[in-house]
């Protein structure tokens, strides 16, 4: 079945770092793949997606790249914030796989220090 | 526009007590679902609905109970609740299970339930 790889966590920067999470992923079909974050004591909240090969998601700093080559899709962001703290979890959808639900990595806990 | 709302946001129980953990929805969404988050496990999915009088069983469905006779609501009922099911519940919602693969799923903010 499907499923989709994060980095084991914790990940620890100092701000301004450069910041990269691995995910990579399985999938029999072709999936759009997510990432969500989630801020402590809150629900996930959509941070972007790319739903065909190339495309690149981005939002408040934040890219990832749908590569389908290498089944990936890695998140970026070139200079993290102490806000930045949170957890980040990648996910994916079957275009053409009905009623199957998203699969979401474990997740990769960020913590920024100042 | 007040998106997916989970009541409560705390909650404790007795072993072997019952209880529903309320979700909502104001988007007229037609999946909604239920997750269960623990420590180094991520989100594990619950129960689903792909709309009003639908529903199925995810991957760790044992102890719970859903029904779905509006499209706005999805109560996720324990009905005998036992310290395993300790954990962090969220409720999702997507226009529909097809379209999730376009916008992903909307999340409520979450009920955290301890069993003791």
């Known amino acids: 079945g499907d499923s989709v790889t994060q980095m084991e966590g914790p990940v620890t920067l100092s701000e301004e770092a450069f910041l990269t999470i691995n995910c990579t992923y399985t999938?029999?079909?072709?999936?759009?793949l997510f990432w969500y974050v989630q801020y402590p004591g809150e629900g996930l909240q959509l941070l972007l997606k790319a739903t065909k090969a190339d495309d690149k998601g981005s939002n408040k700093g934040f890219e990832a790249t749908y590569r389908k080559e290498t089944t990936s899709f890695h998140l970026e962001k070139g200079s993290v914030q102490v806000s930045d703290s949170a957890v980040y979890f990648c996910a994916l959808k079957e275009q053409e796989g009905g009623n199957t639900p998203l699969v979401f990595g474990k997740g990769t806990r960020l913590s920024v220090i100042a | 526009n007040a998106g997916v709302t989970q009541t409560p946001k705390f909650q404790v129980l007795k072993t072997g007590q019952s209880m529903t953990l309320q979700c909502a929805q104001d988007m007229n969404h037609e999946y909604m679902s239920w997750y269960r988050q623990d420590p180094g496990m991520g989100l594990r999915l619950i129960h689903y609905?792909?709309?009003?009088?639908?529903?199925d069983q995810g991957e760790v469905p044992n102890g719970y109970n859903v029904s779905r006779s509006t499209t706005e609501d999805f109560p996720l009922r324990l009905l005998s609740a036992a310290p395993s099911q300790t954990s962090v519940y969220f409720c999702?919602?997507?226009?529909?299970?097809?379209?999730?693969?376009?916008?992903?799923?909307?999340f409520g903010s979450g009920t955290r339930l301890t069993v003791v």
């Open positions: 999938a029999t079909g072709y999936p759009s």
């Open positions: 609905s792909v709309g009003a009088g639908i529903t």
């Open positions: 999702a919602s997507s226009y529909s299970i097809t379209g999730a693969a376009n916008y992903g799923y909307t």
